[in-house]
């Protein structure tokens, strides 16, 4: 029998540094941001550099990804406009209580690739919301992020989201 893994628990020992501040800035900083929709916990995670965000919009052929996103600042009024309604379904009483447990065990965040000051890290959902109405909002896709080491800071400088996503 394999134990439960403890979603809120960082998978990476505090030793690996690198790995552990990437799960933090990713898993928890990002969910808590989300679900309050307070970009401003999350707006120094970004690099200041050049940003480019594309969507798979859930597609398996990346002939149909688009550039989403071409700068941060579209990808912020993006991310605050999902993340207000959100807040908006919850406040009207769609959604069954607090979402972060429901998203913290639907999120994978356990593979990290290092190179120099060059991170690809893959963030998997898999799981669901419950609804108000006993209904459920499917979460299953994945984000392959673009980090970079900025001034010994792990910053995040693009993405590949929306990307389909199976359960491993």
Same mark, same amino acid.
């Given at each position: ?38 970009? @401003? =916990?999350? +707006? &120094?995670? !970004?690099?200041?550099? #050049? ?37 908006? @379904? =919850?406040? +009207? &009483?769609? !959604?069954?209580?607090? #979402? ?69």
């Amino acid at each position: 029998m394999t134990a439960e893994r403890d979603p809120f628990a960082n998978p990476f020992p505090k030793a690996d540094k690198d790995r552990s501040a990437i799960w933090e800035m990713l898993v928890p900083r990002d969910i808590d941001a989300w679900t309050s929709a307070d970009w @401003d =916990r999350v +707006a &120094g995670d !970004f690099s200041q550099g #050049p940003f480019i965000g594309l969507s798979g919009n859930h597609q398996p052929d990346p002939q149909g990804f688009t550039l989403a996103f071409p700068s941060l600042a579209l990808y912020r009024e993006e991310w605050l406009h999902q993340a207000q309604a959100h807040l908006a @379904d =919850r406040a +009207a &009483g769609r !959604f069954d209580g607090d #979402p972060r447990p429901h998203i913290y065990a639907a999120t994978r965040l356990e593979e990290i690739e290092i190179t120099g000051d060059a991170a690809l890290v893959r963030k998997k959902f898999n799981g669901w919301l419950p609804r108000a109405d006993g209904s459920r909002d499917r979460m299953n896709w994945q984000t392959l992020y673009i980090c970079r080491r900025e001034s010994g800071d792990w910053k995040i400088a693009g993405f590949v989201g929306y990307l389909p996503h199976i359960r491993d």
